[in-house]
T-cell receptor, first 107, second 115 residues
Framework: EDQVTQSPEALRLQEGESSSLNCSYT??????LFWYRQDPGKGPEFLFT???AGEEKEKERLKATLTKKESFLHITAPKPEDSATYLC????????FGQGTRLTINP | DTEVTQTPKHLVMGMTNKKSLKCEQH?????MYWYKQKAKKPPELMFV???????INESVPSRFSPECPNSSLLNLHLHALQPEDSALYLC??????????????FGPGTRLLVL
């Protein structure tokens, strides 16, 4: 069965304190791994798509990496406005989401 | 532009009401999706339209009825809903069927409350 597990469930950091979020997956034939950011009460905002092991993508303070079993979302020197839930999803017959990581950045 | 719009933003309805949610995209995408999201949970797929044909129905109760009038529009008709149907309803679109690793772009959602 296709499965996505994100850790930690919640993470609280001080402003400027870098860290990483984990997304481990089991899927038969990965066709894409996606990272989204979601603010409370709003729709998921697309961040990155990764297709193959070794691939990396960056946007501002965020960097996503992919191996054959997991993906990491690295956050460098975060700011309070980076506070959100970060969702990881893999493309199987349909998009399979993880439970998300709730990130809080304290000023 | 990667914008998907949804109306209304908020909706309150009684269990005997009939209402509709609307979704629109002008990116030329040919696949459109409805998701349901409960608080602190990830989105759950409800329906997929690919080239204006219903391609996936995730065993959703018949009180939810999707409609795709054309490649840019997607509706979700609601009738005789239950309080447990209260949730954030999300629309998304992708270039084609979505099964080949294409990115899905989400709208802002409609917050539905069933009384």
């Amino acid at each position: 069965e296709d499965q996505v597990t994100q850790s930690p469930e919640a993470l609280r950091l001080q402003e400027g304190e870098s860290s990483s979020l984990n997304c481990s997956y089991t899927v038969s034939g990965l066709r894409g791994l996606f990272w989204y950011r979601q603010d409370p009460g709003k729709g998921p905002e697309f961040l990155f798509t990764l297709y193959s092991a070794g691939e990396e993508k960056e946007k501002e303070r965020l960097k996503a990496t992919l191996t054959k079993k997991e993906s990491f979302l690295h956050i460098t020197a975060p700011k309070p406005e980076d506070s959100a839930t970060y969702l990881c999803a893999v493309q199987a017959d349909k998009l399979v989401f993880g439970q998300g990581t709730r990130l809080t950045i304290n000023p | 532009d990667t914008e998907v719009t949804q109306t209304p933003k908020h909706l309150v309805m009684g269990m005997t009401n009939k209402k509709s949610l609307k979704c629109e995209q002008h990116m030329g995408h040919r696949a459109m999706y409805w998701y349901k999201q409960k608080a602190k949970k990830p989105p759950e797929l409800m329906f997929v339209y690919s080239y204006e044909k219903l391609s996936i129905n995730e065993s959703v109760p018949s009180r939810f009825s999707p409609e795709c009038p054309n490649s840019s529009l997607l509706n979700l008709h609601l009738h005789a809903l239950q309080p447990e149907d209260s949730a954030l309803y999300l629309c998304a679109s992708s270039p084609t069927s979505g099964t080949y690793g294409e990115t899905q772009y989400f709208g802002p959602g409609t917050r539905l409350l069933v009384l």
